[in-house]
C-alpha cells in the first residue's frame, strides 16, 4: 500500500454550449447553470458538488504543504488528469464552485495551487465534448500527503 490515507470524491457536471476552455492560469466547476463566453475557465457546470460538498477529511488532508490533488476529468469519450498541491493556507470554503489554479493564488473558492494544468491545457477533444449540454463531466478527486507514501522496494531499486 502506498499510502494509509487516501481520500477520494467524486464531482459531477455537465456541459455547456459557452464552454471555450482557454484560460491560461485556472480551471474551474460550478454549480451555477449559466455560463457567458466570458467564464472561458469553467468546464463544466451545474455541478452536483462545490468545496463545501466535500468530505472534513479530504479538505483537512488538502490543507497541508505535503498534499497532492489529483483530479480525473472525464466526458463519454476522453479523459484528462490535473495535479496540483494542496496548502495550509487554503481556505477551502466555497457553496458554489471548485478552482484549480497554476498560479499560488488562494481565495475561497481555491482547491488546489501549482497546478500542472489550466483549462487550456486540456485534452480538446473533452473540451469540444462539453460544449454539448447533455454531456455529463466526471471528476474523480484524489488526495493524500506525501508523508504518507511508504518507499516501494523493486529489487534493486526503490520508489519514492
Given at each position: 500500500m502506498l499510502s494509509r490515507n487516501i481520500y477520494r470524491e467524486v464531482v459531477r457536471a455537465h456541459g455547456h454550449p459557452n464552454i471555450r476552455g482557454t484560460h491560461r492560469s485556472t480551471i474551474e466547476v460550478t454549480k451555477e447553470e449559466e455560463l457567458t463566453p466570458?467564464?472561458?475557465?469553467?468546464?463544466?457546470?451545474?455541478?452536483?458538488?462545490?468545496?463545501?460538498?466535500?468530505s472534513p477529511e479530504f479538505l483537512e488532508?488538502?490543507?497541508?504543504?505535503?498534499?497532492?490533488?489529483?483530479?480525473?476529468?472525464?466526458?463519454?469519450?476522453?479523459?484528462?488528469?490535473?495535479?496540483?498541491?494542496?496548502?495550509?493556507?487554503?481556505?477551502?470554503?466555497?457553496?458554489?464552485?471548485?478552482?484549480?489554479?497554476?498560479?499560488?493564488?488562494?481565495?475561497?473558492?481555491?482547491?488546489?495551487?501549482?497546478?500542472?494544468?489550466?483549462?487550456?491545457?486540456?485534452?480538446?477533444?473533452?473540451i469540444s465534448e462539453l460544449r454539448n449540454p447533455n454531456e455529463l463531466l466526471e471528476v474523480r478527486l484524489l488526495v493524500f500527503r506525501l508523508s504518507e507514501i511508504e518507499p516501494v522496494n523493486i529489487g534493486v531499486g526503490r520508489i519514492v
Open positions: 466570458r467564464g472561458d475557465c469553467i468546464i463544466g457546470v451545474g455541478a452536483d458538488k462545490a468545496i463545501n460538498d466535500l488532508t488538502l490543507k497541508n504543504n505535503d498534499a497532492v490533488l489529483i483530479a480525473i476529468l472525464s466526458t463519454s469519450t476522453y479523459w484528462d488528469i490535473i495535479l496540483a498541491q494542496g496548502s495550509r493556507s487554503l481556505i477551502l470554503d466555497s457553496d458554489e464552485k471548485i478552482i484549480i489554479r497554476k498560479s499560488s493564488y488562494i481565495e475561497p473558492s481555491t482547491l488546489g495551487i501549482r497546478s500542472n494544468k489550466a483549462a487550456r491545457d486540456i485534452n480538446r477533444g473533452l
